[in-house]
C-alpha cells in the first residue's frame, strides 16, 4: 500500500475509553420482576460429594464465587445469581436468579435452560476446569449440570 492512501490516518484515531468500573451498588431484589431457585447437580458425576473436587484440583466455593462475581459483573442489571446454599456431603448447590424482564411461565423453562446451559455452564467447564467432575458421557455430550427450579414469590409489600 503507498502511504499516500493513509496519509491522513489522524482523522480515524479514537483513543479506547477505559470501561466504567462494575457498580459497587447493592443488590436490590425489588428492581428485578422474576426471581427462581435453581438446583445445579453435576451431571453423571465422578465424585460422591463436594470435598472429593480436591482431588481433581477444585475448589468447589472459590469457584462458584469466582463465576458468580464474573456473571453478575458482567450482566450486571439484567441478570443476578447469588449463592444461597452449598453442602459439602452432596455434589449440588443453590443459586437465586433474578431477572430483570417479566418471564412468562409457558417460557420459563427455555429461558432459565438457555442461561443455565449458555450462561452459567461455561464459565464452570472450561474457566474453572468442572470438566474433570463430570463422566465420559457429560464430556461428550458437553453438559456439565442436571438443574431443576421453582419461581420464588417475592413479596414486594413486605419489602416497604
Known amino acids: 500500500m503507498s502511504t499516500q492512501f493513509f496519509a491522513d490516518y489522524k482523522k480515524y484515531i479514537v483513543i479506547p475509553v477505559e470501561k466504567p468500573e462494575f457498580s459497587k451498588k447493592s443488590f436490590d431484589p425489588r428492581?428485578?420482576?422474576s426471581h427462581?431457585?435453581?438446583t445445579l447437580s453435576i451431571f453423571e458425576p465422578v465424585?460422591?460429594?463436594?470435598?472429593q473436587a480436591s482431588k481433581h484440583e477444585i475448589d468447589v466455593k472459590k469457584s462458584i464465587e469466582d463465576v458468580l462475581t464474573v456473571f453478575n459483573q458482567k450482566h450486571?442489571?439484567?441478570?443476578?445469581?447469588e449463592l444461597l446454599e452449598i453442602v459439602e456431603d452432596k455434589t449440588y448447590f443453590v443459586v437465586a436468579l433474578s431477572v430483570k424482564n417479566t418471564v412468562e411461565p409457558q417460557q420459563a423453562e427455555f429461558e432459565i435452560s438457555n442461561i443455565v446451559d449458555k450462561m452459567i455452564s461455561n464459565p464452570f467447564y472450561i474457566g474453572q476446569s468442572w470438566y474433570k467432575l463430570t463422566s465420559e458421557k457429560g464430556r461428550v455430550e458437553r453438559k456439565l449440570f442436571s438443574f431443576s427450579f421453582k419461581e420464588y414469590?417475592?413479596?414486594?409489600?413486605?419489602?416497604?
Open 36 to 38: 427462581y431457585i435453581l
Open 47 to 51: 465424585i460422591c460429594n463436594w470435598t
Open 31 to 33: 428492581e428485578y420482576a
Open 76 to 81: 450486571y442489571g439484567q441478570f443476578h445469581l
Open 153 to 160: 414469590a417475592f413479596n414486594r409489600q413486605a419489602e416497604k
